[in-house]
């Protein structure tokens, strides 16, 4: 099977061939796999090399002219080195485009802390109008990346990921997707997370929905799934806490509580391999289930 970044290539390629509205900038990163494309629309697959202001300035620039671009680097050249001009070409021009990112928040350790982005959905946060996809598998990247084309002119952020789930969910690019129901609080697992969500809450009387969209936040179906307890466990595969403030917000009228894991602000310096990442931030399955009965014990959930 392909990769999530894989199927984006072969995916943005055909798009290429099916709307004369679609380009692609690169900044060197990713560029092979769309050698056969640029042969094919050298006028749309535009690569800057290693400028990733200019990355999201050529990205922005081909939006006003009435195209559809996506930019495509690693989360940390995309999103932070040149967040003023995201800042400023896309959303101060309030100009459309979709960025498409790789790496995540530790995909590849051995690149260093250079190549880390686990801020880059809490910094987007800061910004308006954004939709963020986080797709679990590659089928899922597929079906996002074709929403998220076609959304007009809307600004779209899809974060890809090595991580993945083991088998694809009917993803729309709009809100949440109920997994399973319980009475004893909910879990959000959001993108590649469902898997070791899953089989850390076995055997607990809890729901769990798919978040594959994190923005705009699904409030509906959060408070949907709830009962009697008000209980939500938040599981990211980026910063911790990101999504609290909006959760909060989601069950403001209601007495609640919100627990937030995801990846901790603390540096981890010795790189190791994504696995032992996992493990090293409490998102594996066997720490997860510990962090949340333990938040859910006090209200009788059982461990």
Same mark, same amino acid.
């Given at each position: 099977?392909?990769?999530?970044?894989?199927?984006?290539?072969?995916?943005?390629?055909?798009?290429?061939?099916?709307?004369?509205?679609?380009?692609?900038?690169?900044?060197?990163?990713?560029?092979?796999?769309?050698?056969?494309?640029?042969?094919?629309? %050298?006028?749309?697959?535009?690569?800057?090399?290693?400028?990733?202001?200019?990355?999201?300035?050529?990205?922005?620039?081909?939006?006003?002219?009435?195209?559809?671009?996506?930019?495509?680097?690693?989360?940390?050249?995309?999103?932070?080195?040149?967040?003023?001009?995201?800042?400023?070409?896309?959303?101060?021009?309030?100009?459309?485009?979709?960025?498409?990112?790789?790496?995540?928040?530790?995909?590849w350790p051995a690149g260093g802390?250079?190549?880390?982005? %686990?801020? @880059?959905? !809490?910094?987007?946060?800061?910004?308006?109008?954004?939709?963020?996809?986080? %797709?679990?598998?590659?089928?899922?990247?597929?079906?996002?990346?074709?929403?998220? *084309?076609? !959304?007009?002119?809307?600004?779209?952020?899809?974060?890809?990921?090595?991580?993945?789930?083991?088998?694809?969910?009917?993803?729309?690019?709009?809100?949440?997707?109920?997994?399973?129901?319980g009475r004893e609080g909910a879990?959000?697992?959001?993108?590649?997370?469902?898997?070791? *969500?899953?089989?850390?809450?076995?055997?607990?009387?809890?729901?769990?929905?798919? !978040?594959?969209?994190?923005?705009?936040?699904?409030?509906?179906?959060?408070?949907?799934?709830?009962?009697?307890?008000?209980? #939500?466990?938040?599981?990211?595969?980026?910063?911790?806490?990101?999504?609290?403030?909006?959760?909060? @917000?989601?069950?403001?009228?209601?007495?609640?509580? #919100?627990?937030?894991?995801?990846?901790?602000?603390?540096?981890?310096?010795?790189?190791?391999?994504?696995?032992?990442?996992?493990?090293?931030?409490?998102?594996? %399955?066997?720490?997860?289930?510990?962090?949340?009965?333990?938040?859910?014990?006090?209200?009788?959930?059982?461990?």
């Open positions: 099977m392909d990769t999530m970044r894989e199927r984006f290539a072969s995916t943005l390629s055909r798009l290429l061939d099916e709307d004369p509205r679609v380009a692609v900038v690169l900044a060197e990163i990713g560029k092979d796999g769309f050698a056969e494309a640029e042969r094919r629309h %050298p006028d749309r697959v535009i690569n800057v090399g290693i400028r990733e202001q200019l990355l999201i300035g050529t990205a922005a620039g081909l939006a006003m002219t009435g195209l559809r671009p996506v930019a495509h680097t690693f989360a940390s050249f995309l999103v932070e080195r040149p967040f003023e001009q995201v800042k400023l070409d896309f959303g101060h021009q309030d100009s459309g485009g979709v960025l498409v990112s790789a790496g995540a928040s530790y995909d802390y250079t190549h880390m982005a %686990p801020g @880059d959905v !809490a910094l987007l946060d800061t910004l308006d109008g954004w939709t963020v996809h986080v %797709p679990g598998h590659p089928d899922e990247a597929e079906a996002l990346l074709r929403h998220a *084309v076609a !959304a007009d002119d809307d600004k779209v952020y899809v974060r890809l990921s090595v991580q993945e789930n083991a088998v694809p969910r009917p993803v729309t690019g709009d809100g949440y997707l109920t997994v399973r129901r879990v959000v697992a959001v993108g590649p997370m469902l898997d070791n *969500v899953l089989a850390a809450v076995e055997g607990l009387d809890v729901s769990v929905l798919y !978040a594959p969209t994190v923005r705009p936040f699904d409030s509906v179906s959060l408070r949907t799934v709830l009962g009697a307890r008000a209980d #939500v466990v938040l599981v990211e595969p980026y910063l911790a806490g990101t999504s609290s403030g909006a959760a909060g @917000d989601a069950l403001a009228a209601i007495p609640h509580r #919100v627990l937030g894991l995801g990846t901790a602000r603390r540096e981890l310096r010795r790189y190791g391999t994504m696995e032992e990442h996992l493990t090293a931030q409490g998102l594996d %399955p066997r720490a997860l289930r510990q962090r949340i009965t333990g938040f859910l014990a006090p209200a009788g959930a059982a461990a």
